[in-house]
């Protein structure tokens, strides 16, 4: 068997996993020391700073904000709790990337009519995106960067077209299962998309399909011209359960086979690719955060873990290869490819520090 932390169950050889002399992993000790119960800010102190924002946009156009909806647990949450619990009007953003989850759709169709919410779907041309998909499975071993770079740059640019001053999104540290050492979402920026995508995007297709960058974002957000990016689950902080029971309200249901992302079908092929890299995936990841706010014990998920996260060969692999122009000897090659060895901004040490200059002016203005 192999060997994990002795608090949570992740790998000992996950990439940027440490252990102490205890056996406890990083993410452990660092979940621990920002504990909400002994954390300086208080569940009800955060939401207060969450109303505070809400006064700021609220009332100063057609729509009080942006969400991005997939379908998912998240995204579904946030746009229920800003219309029943706060009385925004938000306008709904759904992309479509041609391998969304059946039960996500109806899920969307679900929540915009319950809540009477508009919704603006987006589905960039699929050639284009079959190109991105293949080039960066080809060259960095992993293809969830195109679609979360169109996410970004579509969601900023329809808030700005309706003048929408906050985008409301989030993954609340203490329930996503993301692992940052092997996830491409946490590491991609314009500098690794532009490396990988050489020669696909033409200037014209920049506004489309790549999004602005931190220095334009960040001066842009400055002098008041660019919406904010605002973590709704990091300031509510609800737990699985709490999300879960809200969402009933609306007739939100789990895509089958679902634990983590289940609004695209190819999940599980991203799944299938963490495991033959690394050994784990966002199963692991996920059992791993619930074992530390204490839901399960150690026990119980090591169990399901064992259980679940060595993935069988996905039945879209072989339709996604034929359509991507990929041969099965191609895919086994790009699993040796590591999207860490491309770089990206924040191997930047200017880039750091200005990021850390920027935060702190947000935080002035109250906006974080």
Same mark, same amino acid.
């Given at each position: ?7 949570c ?12 002399e ?22 009800e ?8 924002i ?10 009080d ?15 229920y709790?800003?219309v ?10 759904n ?11 109806q ?5 915009v ?34 679609? &979360?770079m =169109?996410?970004?740059?579509?969601? @900023? %640019?329809?808030?700005?077209e /309706?003048?929408?001053q906050?985008?409301m #999104? ?6 996503d ?18 490396e ?9 297709e ?6 602005p ?30 999300m879960h ?18 609004d695209?079908l190819? &999940?599980? =092929?991203?799944?299938?690719?963490? @495991? %033959?890299?690394?050994?784990? /995936?966002?199963v692991?990841?996920?059992? #791993? ?18 259980a679940?996260e ?35 901004m ?17 935080q002035v203005?109250?906006?974080t």
């Amino acid at each position: 068997m192999k060997n994990r932390c002795s608090h949570c169950i992740l790998p000992a050889d996950l990439p940027g996993l440490t252990l102490d002399e205890d056996g406890k992993c990083n993410c452990c000790r660092d979940y621990e020391s920002h504990s909400f119960a002994e954390s300086d800010i208080t569940r009800e102190q955060a939401k207060e700073r969450f109303r505070a924002i809400l006064q700021k946009i609220r009332g100063q156009g057609k729509y009080d904000c942006l969400v991005p909806l997939s379908g998912g647990k998240d995204s579904s949450y946030i746009l229920y709790v800003l219309v029943k619990e706060y009385d925004l009007k938000p306008l709904a953003f759904n992309f479509n990337n041609g391998f969304q989850h059946s039960q996500a759709i109806q899920n969307i169709e679900n929540l915009v009519n319950r809540l009477g919410v508009d919704l603006v779907i987006y589905k960039p041309n699929p050639h284009m995106l079959r190109k991105l998909f293949r080039a960066f499975l080809l060259r960095a071993g992993e293809f969830c960067t195109p679609c &979360n770079m =169109l996410i970004d740059a579509t969601g @900023y %640019r329809i808030a700005q077209e /309706n003048g929408v001053q906050a985008v409301m #999104s989030g993954a609340s540290a203490f329930l996503d299962p993301g692992l940052e050492g092997v996830s491409s979402a946490v590491y991609y920026d314009q500098k690794y998309y532009y490396e990988v995508a050489k020669g696909l995007v033409t200037s014209r297709e920049r506004k489309y399909y790549v999004g602005p960058s931190y220095s334009q974002k960040a001066l842009r957000r400055l002098l008041g011209r660019a919406p904010y990016n605002i973590d709704v689950l990091g300031y509510l902080r609800p737990d699985i359960d709490e999300m879960h029971q809200a969402l009933e309200e609306v007739g939100w249901k789990r895509p089958a086979d679902a634990v983590q992302h289940g609004d695209c079908l190819l &999940n599980p =092929l991203k799944e299938y690719i963490y @495991y %033959r890299k690394w050994g784990c /995936n966002e199963v692991t990841g996920l059992y #791993s955060v619930l074992i530390r706010s204490g839901t399960i014990t150690r026990e119980e998920g090591l169990e399901r873990a064992l259980a679940e996260e060595c993935p069988e060969v996905p039945a879209i692999l072989p339709d996604f290869l034929a359509a991507i122009g990929i041969t099965e000897n191609e895919f086994e090659e790009a699993l040796k490819r590591d999207f860490r060895e491309i770089p990206n901004m924040r191997s930047n040490l200017v880039y750091r520090w200005g990021k850390e200059f920027v935060q702190k002016i947000y935080q002035v203005r109250g906006r974080t």
